[in-house]
């Protein structure tokens, strides 16, 4: 089992039996476009609060834009700078978690951003475009109208055939076009014995 970032996605596909044999199950971030989303958020900041072992808890849902924003809605990142925050108040003796607090322990814009666009990119490699499937199947002798359809009863003209293979894939009249052959077991093969 491999856990991380997305960068763990450039293994997934090293061989064909690595790839037969994986399954990615995708955490995501918490996003600012999904009112659930974000609803879910603010419930785990406020179980934050209750869990941060301080005589007063902080208020964390009134600033749940700005924890957002420094976590880019990664529940992993936020737990890692509230515990900053946390170290730091307990050296200082304090009772208290402020803003200030949160505000000194927090990523710089610089490396939330950066963050944010590797979180970006592994999501879009984790979706699938048509692109990708119109040439899958292409590669595999099926037809592209039907993958843009998703009807598997569309089926383009010769000529439409002709145009969307590339050359190389065009067959030359004369060649028997692949495919599987039955094969003929011989009476005996396999512990069974010829019939009587």
């Known amino acids: 089992m491999l856990l991380g970032t997305y960068s763990l996605l450039a293994f997934r596909n090293l061989s064909a039996q690595l790839s037969r044999r994986s399954v990615d199950i995708h955490f995501p971030r918490y996003r600012s476009d999904d009112t659930e989303d974000?609803?879910?958020f603010r419930t785990v900041l406020h179980?934050?609060?209750l869990h941060l072992p301080l005589s007063e808890p902080p208020d964390l849902v009134s600033e749940w834009e700005y924890l957002y924003e420094r976590s880019i809605g990664c529940v992993g990142v936020?737990?890692?700078?509230?515990?900053r925050a946390l170290a730091g108040v307990l050296r200082k003796d304090a009772n208290v978690l402020t803003l200030s607090d949160l505000e000194s322990h927090a990523l710089n814009v610089a490396q939330c951003d950066k963050m944010l666009a590797e979180v970006l990119e592994g999501e879009m490699r984790l979706?699938?475009?048509s692109g990708e499937r119109a040439r899958l199947r292409t590669r595999l002798g099926l037809t592209v109208a039907a993958a843009r359809h998703d009807d598997a009863s569309v089926h383009p003209s010769a000529r439409e055939a002709e145009i969307l293979l590339p050359r190389r894939q065009r067959r030359t009249p004369g060649l028997r076009r692949p495919m599987r052959d039955a094969i003929a077991c011989p009476l005996g093969t396999y512990g069974s014995s010829?019939?009587?």
């Open 194 to 196: 010829p019939a009587v």
């Open 38 to 40: 974000l609803k879910a």
């Open 47 to 49: 179980s934050f609060e």
């Open 78 to 83: 936020l737990k890692e700078w509230l515990m």
């Open 127 to 129: 979706l699938e475009s």
